[in-house]
């Protein structure tokens, strides 16, 4: 498994909204750009969403391959059916199983050169490990020699909605003032 035919998944728990179609078009775009193995972390719904469409793909595309990465032993597979192997990182058992998440998150993220997120918010696992790609200078679509320009990170993206939320709430505020009166 090389790191330049590997991709991973990153995305919450919830993950309300999301069409099943459109992360298996991205899924399949990845896959014709020489992807052949997927990592996931199997906790979230999002990934169990990933892990069931690389699992159909495979009907169409049988040269890939579907791996679990689990972050300590005791890691309870619900459907190992989805999966061709489960991977324990060499040295995990060194950590506390809250730690041992993060780590996982690492994990997956250092051995893919791609990823399909699903990430809408700024706390959990999902956001640490989207936000912690290589100090935020991965490239969210694509591989660095392909990105033309640079796009402004999801951490600057939700400061900016935050700021012009921000802004909407106080203009709110002043509207509903009423007039003074004489």
Same mark, same amino acid.
């Given at each position: 498994m090389g790191k330049e035919q590997t991709a991973t998944f990153i995305g919450h728990k919830e993950c309300y909204g999301v069409q099943t179609e459109e992360v298996r078009r991205e899924i399949e775009k990845i896959i014709a750009l020489g992807v052949t193995d997927f990592l996931n972390g199997g906790m979230g719904g999002f990934d169990w969403m990933c892990a069931r469409i690389v699992y159909d793909l495979k009907k169409s595309y049988p040269q890939i391959k579907n791996y679990l990465v689990i972050p300590y032993l005791t890691f309870?597979?619900?459907? *190992?059916?989805?999966?061709?192997?489960?991977?324990? *990182?060499?040295?995990?058992?060194?950590?506390?199983?809250?730690?041992?998440?993060?780590?996982?998150?690492?994990?997956? @993220?250092?051995?893919?050169?791609?990823?399909?997120?699903? @990430?809408?918010? =700024?706390?959990?696992?999902?956001?640490?490990?989207?936000?912690?790609?290589?100090? =935020?200078?991965?490239?969210?679509?694509? *591989?660095r020699e392909r990105q033309t320009e640079k796009k402004p990170s999801i951490k600057e993206r939700l400061e900016q909605s935050r700021k012009e939320c921000a802004n909407q709430s106080k203009a709110q505020l002043h509207r509903e003032k009423p007039a003074p009166e004489r």
């Open positions: 309870n597979i619900a459907e *190992p059916k989805y999966f061709d192997a489960t991977i324990y *990182p060499e040295g995990f058992e060194k950590y506390h199983f809250k730690a041992a998440i993060p780590a996982r998150n690492r994990y997956l @993220v250092d051995n893919s050169a791609y990823a399909i997120c699903y @990430v809408t918010h =700024d706390w959990g696992g999902a956001a640490k490990t989207y936000l912690t790609l290589s100090g =935020d200078e991965w490239e969210h679509e694509r *591989p």
